[in-house]
């Protein structure tokens, strides 16, 4: 670890704690799960989900996937300008004059329309560059692709456009219920997008259709290739799945600690009212750093290996927690928002649990305040 690094470790009032060695487990986890034989695409959309795509792409690069997933282009561009030279698909759909700039930096498109076929297929012949695309097959999620049973419609027209130099590379499908525990979807969807396939999908195509919670739970579906998002990041795929192992942790230090008497109100609206003498300490980190405003007089920390709880709403920079019964908390002490101390945790999932929404968000929102510290 760079010492840089290691000096905003202790100058930082919070940061983000990222595990390299459990990142790179998390994969291997998936790599034995569907076998080595099938190719792995972690997806690294959204700054790899908040983590920092830099350091979660070279964590990646030894175990040779067989591509990056994205949603935009500018993440594209961000990978290739950080040297990645793998394939780079991006999924989501993209404007049409967006095509341009992703033939210039070698990016897989993924496409929905014939009319974005078109638009990509124009971006490569003005450019002079070969391009490759993969074909997104909606068969339930109702946010992009073509028509499942559309098929022999259009499988014909985008069979006509290629040529050498626009490949068709992959063709895919994305399950929308893959964390719940009845699978029946997952297998009425896989049913449909087969039923493309076979309708003349050339065999040298790249077929995938599983994400994290596939992946683990239907395993003969990986077909090709999979595309682990969550999992690798540490957010569990479905209740009933394997946990993954824990990869990121949020700490935040305790910037003032206070002796309170009994009537003492804390944060904006007074919310919260000590109804004996207390002891609070702040913590620096608020909902400006992406804790979610939402624990405000219901979420905990760990301080010292013991559960404190929120008090208060949390302010943009601040959250007040109780340590009345945690002896001994002084200014400087770390806090654990996410993450172990001791023998004690709190998962990101909890979190997201008891605010409503779901690992992804929680760690999205971390934001760009809160330095990210790799250990190794
Ligand atoms: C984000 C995404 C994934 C990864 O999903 P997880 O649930 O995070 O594993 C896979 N495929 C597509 C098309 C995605 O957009």
Redesign the pocket.
Same mark, same amino acid.
């Given at each position: 670890m760079s010492t840089e690094r290691g000096r905003g470790f202790r100058d930082s009032r919070a940061w983000v704690e990222i595990d390299r060695q459990a990142l790179r487990a998390n994969l291997e986890t998936i790599r034995r799960r569907v076998g080595s034989h099938v190719g792995l695409i972690p997806?690294v959309?959204a700054d790899a989900y908040g983590l920092g795509v830099g350091e979660v792409v070279r964590t990646f690069e030894p175990l040779d996937p067989l591509a990056y $997933?994205v %949603?935009a282009v500018q993440e594209g561009i961000d990978l290739r300008e950080r040297g990645v030279t793998r394939p780079v698909i991006v999924?989501s759909p993209v404007v049409d004059d967006e095509c341009e700039d992703a033939v210039e930096h070698g990016l897989t498109l993924s496409v929905s329309s014939m009319q974005s076929l078109r638009a990509l297929d124009r971006a490569s012949q003005v450019l002079g560059r070969d391009t490759a695309f993969h074909v997104d097959v909606d068969t339930g999620m109702g946010r992009s692709g073509f028509d499942w049973n559309r098929g022999p419609e259009w499988i014909p027209r985008i069979a006509e456009l290629q040529r050498e130099g626009l490949a068709w590379e992959g063709c895919y499908t994305?399950f929308h219920s893959a964390d719940l525990t009845d699978p029946v979807t997952v297998h009425e969807q896989w049913a449909r997008f087969r039923e493309v396939v076979d309708a003349g999908v050339d065999e040298r195509v790249c077929i995938h259709a599983c994400?994290? %919670?596939a992946a683990l739970s239907v395993p003969e579906l990986a077909a090709d290739a999979v595309?682990? $998002?969550?999992?690798l990041f540490g957010g569990r795929?479905g209740e009933t799945l394997d946990a993954p192992a824990p990869v990121v942790s949020l700490r935040a230090r305790v910037t003032l600690v206070r002796e309170v008497a009994a009537g003492t109100s804390v944060g904006y609206g007074a919310t919260w009212v000590a109804d004996r003498p207390s002891r609070l300490a702040t913590l620096g980190i608020g909902y400006g750093d992406g804790f979610p405003r939402a624990l405000s007089n219901r979420g905990r920390v760990l301080i010292r290996g013991s559960s404190a709880p929120i008090v208060g709403r949390i302010s943009m920079d601040v959250t007040v927690v109780d340590v009345s019964h945690v002896p001994a908390v002084e200014c400087g002490d770390v806090a654990t928002l996410i993450g172990s101390d001791g023998s004690a945790s709190i998962s990101v999932d909890e979190v997201a649990e008891s605010v409503g929404t779901i690992s992804?968000e929680v760690l999205t929102q971390l934001t760009a305040r809160l330095p990210r510290l790799w250990r190794d």
């Open positions: 997806m959309k $997933g %949603a999924f994305h994400n994290s %919670a595309r682990p $998002g969550i999992f795929a992804y």
